[in-house]
């Protein structure tokens, strides 16, 4: 599988905005997903969408406040994420992942770093 790549993550005011992109080439046909990653925590997933954006679920903690979308057209998954907390803060990757169980297969990229400020 091809490596995902992260960007658009950095530092915010709580109550800010971010725009998450995610170059994913070759995952047209698939589920995917967010996932984060807060220091001395596990990773876990955030939002996820079908590979045809025909449905969305996301995590509790972000629900209303994120949204993820995807342009197969372009390879791109986003995640617009609003209302930030600092609790939001965290590294953020993006996976392919198995729509059935939500397990990730694809290899991790590198993350981008999302740091909400109080």
């Known amino acids: 599988q091809v490596q995902v790549a992260e960007s658009g993550g950095g530092s915010v005011q709580a109550g800010g905005s971010l725009r998450l992109s995610c170059a994913a080439p070759g995952y047209t046909y698939y589920c995917m997903a967010w996932f984060r990653q807060a220091p001395g925590k596990e990773r876990v997933r955030v939002a996820h969408?079908?590979?045809?954006?025909?449905?969305?679920d996301y995590a509790d903690s972000v629900k209303g406040r994120f949204t993820i979308s995807r342009d197969n057209a372009k390879g791109m998954l986003y995640l617009q994420m609003s209302s930030l907390k600092p609790e939001d803060s965290a590294i953020y990757f993006c996976a392919g992942i198995a729509c059935e169980t939500g397990s990730p297969f694809s290899p991790w990229g590198p993350g981008t770093q999302v740091t909400v400020l109080a």
């Open positions: 969408i079908q590979a045809d954006s025909s449905s969305t």
